[in-house]
């Protein structure tokens, strides 16, 4: 097989790839992270969740991100025909961080791919992954730079962060049907954006479109009057909106009065660009010598910003068990790693389901949810879809169901019905406590 190169060869210096090597780095392991862009890069995923910033911690990157000047988020704003509602998500059920940041990927990927180099990482830009050959104890992995230079490298381990590259996904024909309708998103930065004072720049603001509420848009506010603004929509109806990304960004901005207001006067500072197909899963996040992490494995959808979340959460779940297996440990890659990052990932598909079949929007857009059960849902768009004493987390179809079906009758009920159904939301709310405790 020849020599070991690294014990642990990373693909992608994403915020999963920077982590994961930190980790191993700190705990003696020689890492290589192969990118093959440059950084700094532009990205989208700007709208961090406050349960990243535990995994920053643990990676050793938080005081980086701390010291960044960042725009602070404390939770997510909605709009949807002239009504606005908002969830704090320091008013959570689970406990921990409630507040995080909105970052320009360029800078926030760049900080923390530095910061595993500081703590004993080495990285190569402009590194392209050609072929893959899995092994229990010597995968190999061939690569070549932006000379034409091509190489093998022998690892004891690979980690698969690639992101949309989605690497070994390719190469170990792993991929299979994402389970999500294909949607694309249009995006775009803008300056001197917002100026209006009554919009709360610690949040995201997530509109929907006043005739169609499968396409949704996303602010996210960022220093300096700057700002991320995206559409996302089924590729077919953003189709009719106008023959270019740019016509149809801007005619769909136009449509919804809450963002067109907000953005008057704004100026672009990157062109309008287009992403589709974005969703993607596999049949395995392992294999013999690897696993995948982040989206290099599965991507949902971007609408409640679950994608640095999960990359960072499959990084915090990996790096400890390659380590382990390093040291001469037997590692159940299935039960101590795939089955608990899926759990997660499941919650967030069926908040991601529930928005798009309208159930999360009467939810959102309830006003009379009792303050326990929008604790709960708080958590999981916070991001702590791990959290198994949430039964939005253990059981989180059938509560969206049951609490979609009660906001919706009070909705259309009035006199005496009302005080009955407010019974019923009080009712599942004193029973999640009891399934707390």
């Known amino acids: 097989m020849g020599e070991v190169d690294h014990d642990v ?42 349960q990243c910033m535990s995994h920053l911690e643990e990676a050793g990157l938080l005081e980086s991100v701390l010291a960044a000047d960042y725009q602070p988020k404390n939770g997510a704003a ?38 595993a180099r500081d703590q004993g990482a080495e990285i190569e ?7 893959f050959r899995a092994d229990d104890d010597h995968p190999q992995v061939d690569v070549v730079d932006e000379s034409g230079n091509a190489r093998t490298l022998t690892a004891r381990f690979v980690l698969d962060a690639s992101g949309y590259g989605r690497v070994l996904a390719r190469l170990e024909h792993l991929e299979r049907d994402a389970r999500q309708d294909p949607r694309t998103a249009l995006f775009t930065h803008l300056e001197a954006c917002p100026v209006d004072s009554s919009h709360d720049r610690e949040k995201i603001l997530i509109g929907v479109h006043p005739d169609d509420a499968g396409i949704w848009y996303w602010l996210i506010p960022f220093r300096h009057q700057r700002a ?12 009719a909106h106008g023959a270019t990304p740019a016509a149809r960004w801007q005619a769909l901005i136009d449509a919804e009065p809450r963002f067109r207001q907000l953005l008057e006067g704004a100026r672009p500072t990157r062109p309008v660009e287009e992403l589709s197909g974005y ?11 690897y696993v995948l992490l982040g989206n290099a494995g599965e991507f ?44 997660g990932i499941e919650t967030f598909r069926a908040f991601v389901d529930a928005w798009y079949d309208g159930r999360l929007q009467t939810i959102i857009f309830h006003a009379d949810a009792p303050s326990d059960i929008k604790s709960r849902i708080s958590a999981i768009l916070a991001g702590y879809a791990w959290d198994r004493s949430n039964p939005f ?31 019923s939301l009080q009712s599942m709310s004193d029973s999640s406590t009891e399934a707390r405790s």
């Open 78 to 115: 909605f709009t949807r025909n002239g009504l606005e509602t908002a969830i704090d998500f320091r008013e959570k059920f689970t406990p921990g961080w409630g507040t995080t940041f909105q970052v320009e990927r360029a800078d926030f990927d760049h900080r923390l791919i530095d910061g």
């Open 300 to 343: 949902l959808d971007p609408v409640f910003s679950s994608g640095v979340t999960i990359a960072l959460r499959s990084a915090s779940l990996a790096a400890p068990l390659v380590d382990r297996q390093l040291g001469g440990d037997t590692v159940d890659w299935d039960a101590e790693f795939e089955q608990p990052l899926r759990e």
């Open 279 to 289: 969703s993607a899963d596999v049949t395995r996040l392992h294999g013999p010598g």
């Open 228 to 239: 991320s603004v995206g559409v996302v929509g089924e590729t077919e109806r953003l189709e």
């Open 9 to 50: 060869i990373v693909i992608g210096a994403g915020p999963a790839g920077a982590a994961a090597a930190a980790r191993l780095a700190a705990c003696g392991r020689r890492v290589l992270v192969v990118e093959r862009s440059h950084f700094p890069r532009f990205s989208i995923g700007e709208s961090l969740l406050p």
């Open 393 to 423: 987390v253990s059981a989180s179809r059938r509560h969206l169901d049951t609490l979609a079906a009660i906001c919706k009758r009070q909705a259309v009920s009035d006199g005496p019905a009302d005080i009955a159904n407010t019974d």
């Open 125 to 131: 830009f402009g590194v392209t992954v050609t072929a």
